[in-house]
């Protein structure tokens, strides 16, 4: 099972950057929980994405803010365990490192071959 976790922000919002001690249990987290193959992959999502239409058999492409919304998606983890029970371990672990807030998750639908067309 695969696990997307992530925490919001709201436009305008920043998050104060992680203290030293915080920047040093963050790096153990990661280098454990990437080791043992728990955390699949980390990043961020940013506000300027580009666009692929399709509208009639043509292709528009375009360049712009398009995440819209009062709450932004800076951060996100793809998480692999065996139960919601043990990734919420992870997240709690996780959470910890970052210091008070909150972590969302959601557990990622498997996709195969023959779903996609």
Known sequence: MQ???????????????????????????????????KIVATGQLPRKTTQVQLDQGKFSISDGPFIEGKELIPGFTVISADSKEEAIEWVKELRECMGDGVLKMAQLSATSQDDLC
């Open 3 to 37: 696990f997307f976790v992530y925490f919001t922000l709201k436009e305008g919002e920043s998050m104060a950057p992680p203290s030293p001690e915080g920047m040093a249990k963050m790096g153990k987290f990661m280098e454990k929980s990437f080791n043992s193959g």
